[in-house]
T-cell receptor, first 115, second 112 residues
Framework: DAGVTQSPTHLIKTRGQQVTLRCSPK?????VSWYQQALGQGPQFIFQ???????QRGNFPDRFSGHQFPNYSSELNVNALLLGDSALYLC????FGQGGNTEAFFGQGTRLTVV | SQQGEEDPQALSIQEGENATMNCSYK?????LQWYRQNSGRGLVHLIL?????REKHSGRLRVTLDTSKKSSSLLITASRAADTASYFC????????????FGKGTRLHILP
């Protein structure tokens, strides 16, 4: 049973460029959430996708966008990269609507460095 | 914004000792979860405790939840070098939106 997989593992981009990160959820899960984790900080919620729609969004600018495909996999896109976007980007998968049983499974993350 | 706040921010103890970390949160919750993260890698789920539970055990882990004080604690007994990691509490909200919000974490270092 494959867990959550993210690609790529590491990425170096230049300021102003655009980046796409990918996530495949755990088998049987239908919801994907994306988090940004700066060094020494806790993960910050970016947004959540379910049924190919953005359901929840954290306090992130419109430069951050996403997509969910029919097979539940997801992409995170960041446009016009800033140095401050350098972080570990984590993808979490879960089963929607579980209320008090929302255990999320995380991938190993993508380390993005903006230079 | 952060929902949970872990305390202490960092903790160093000798191998074999017990480690206790605390978490406080702001709003009513359905559940609270604890995660471990090794060296900036992915988060590993440790334990989930529901709002109607007061204590839960899993191996060397013991979690308590006090909803009246909006706080939780994670106890790791008989610590090992492999327990060196960052520990985060995470809470959902009672509106069933399934969004999980993390605190800033406690960095635990087990000394040999």
């Amino acid at each position: 049973d494959a867990g959550v997989t993210q690609s790529p593992t590491h990425l170096i981009k230049t300021r102003g460029q655009q980046v796409t990160l990918r996530c495949s959820p755990k088998s049987g899960h239908d919801t994907v959430s994306w988090y940004q984790q700066a060094l020494g900080q806790g993960p910050q919620f970016i947004f959540q996708y379910y049924e190919e729609e953005e359901r929840q969004r954290g306090n992130f600018p419109d430069r951050f966008s996403g997509h969910q495909f029919p097979n539940y996999s997801s992409e995170l896109n960041v446009n016009a990269l800033l140095l401050g976007d350098s972080a570990l980007y984590l993808c979490a998968s879960s089963l929607f609507g579980q209320g008090g049983n929302t255990e999320a499974f995380f991938g190993q993350g993508t380390r993005l460095t903006v230079v | 914004s952060q929902q949970g706040e872990e305390d202490p921010q960092a903790l160093s103890i000798q191998e074999g000792e017990n480690a206790t970390m605390n978490c406080s949160y702001k709003t009513s919750i359905n559940n609270l979860q604890w995660y471990r993260q090794n060296s900036g890698r992915g988060l590993v789920h440790l334990i989930l405790i529901r709002s109607n539970e007061r204590e839960k055990h899993s191996g060397r882990l013991r979690v308590t939840l006090d909803t009246s004080k909006k706080s939780s604690s994670l106890l790791i007994t008989a610590s090992r070098a492999a327990d060196t990691a960052s520990y985060f509490c995470a809470t959902d909200a009672m509106n069933r939106d399934d969004k999980i919000i993390f605190g800033k974490g406690t960095r635990l270092h087990i000394l040999p």
